[in-house]
């Protein structure tokens, strides 16, 4: 669906670079994932879709470790057996978040894949 550029030039602002790493007191950096731990409760009995959740899947972890139940989904090469699950796309989710994703396709065509 992408080419190898295409992957590589989005990996280059992945959220591996720094975006989500967690900090000292165990919270997250990144803002979608601090949007929802806020309001926690709430996502509780919810399933819920990172998408684009990037090659170590650290705010799906992140997520995960809170008790929620996130599926990561990314593409090429950044999809890990064991981490994201392939098909999901075609499973229906009570929440969907992507953070981080627009900003790294780097053309038209890509981002109207995406």
């Not at 992945?14 to 997250?28: L, Q």
Request: net charge neutral.
């Amino acid at each position: 669906m992408f080419t190898e550029k295409e992957i590589r030039e989005a990996n280059k602002t992945a959220r591996s670079n720094g975006a989500s790493a967690i900090n000292p007191d165990g919270t997250i950096r990144a803002v979608v994932p601090n949007f929802i731990y806020k309001d926690i409760d709430k996502y509780r009995n919810k399933t819920l879709l990172d998408y684009g959740a990037g090659k170590h899947a650290i705010h799906t972890k992140w997520l995960r470790e809170q008790g929620l139940n996130v599926t990561a989904y990314d593409f090429g090469n950044n999809c890990v057996e064991g981490i994201h699950d392939k098909d999901a796309l075609y499973k229906r989710y009570d929440v969907v978040f992507a953070s981080n994703v627009l900003n790294v396709q780097s053309s038209d065509v890509m981002m109207s894949i995406t």
